[in-house]
């Protein structure tokens, strides 16, 4: 599959899977070889500036069956050894994309999905029911998502509640805190139909 922006390029055959099912410690003997799957959500880093949290940003996207993206412009190049050891050898199984700037993300994935997360939004993460699909957007590590997407988004726009003094999560505990909630709800429904 090729990859655009900085990503590793090359046409690559993998089984593709038609669902993202988070695995169990029972599953993993069976599955242990299989690195790749279709994304069920999109994990957006608008402008990061810290190669290791995108590195484990990554590595928690391979957990969780997202693709990450990354809008430009970055604060490292994706060839960054910080980067690809926060992610230690999942890196090269992860779905990922650099982006030029938002217009070139909005025109990839329409944005009737997205999910904003602030520390100044007034919406619990908890109190939303996602889908697959969605994406959940993040800021810059020193400056988050700009106020004018924000105003703009107010309705979609979501909070991690944490106490004082704590100003904010590091952007790499966010983003775990966020991309499992879903997988929560997710595994939740399908074991209510069972």
Known sequence: MARSGDCRCGAVSRPR?????????????ATLGLVNYEPQLHV???????PPNTGNVGRTCLATGA??????????????KTLRRAGLDYWQHLEWE????????????????YWYYSKTAERLYTDVRYAPGDVLVFGCETRGLPE?????????????PICSPVRSLNLASAVAVAAFEPIRQWREAEQAQR
């Open 17 to 29: 899977h038609r669902r993202f099912r988070p695995l169990d410690a029972a599953d993993l003997p």
């Open 44 to 50: 957006v880093l608008c402008q990061p500036e810290i």
């Open 67 to 80: 693709k990450l993206w990354l809008v430009r412009p970055l604060g490292f190049r994706t060839d960054q």
């Open 98 to 113: 650099v982006v030029d700037d938002w217009n070139a993300l909005r025109e990839r994935l329409p944005p009737d999905q």
């Open 148 to 160: 004018s997407l924000l105003a703009e988004n107010r309705e979609r726009a979501l909070r991690i």
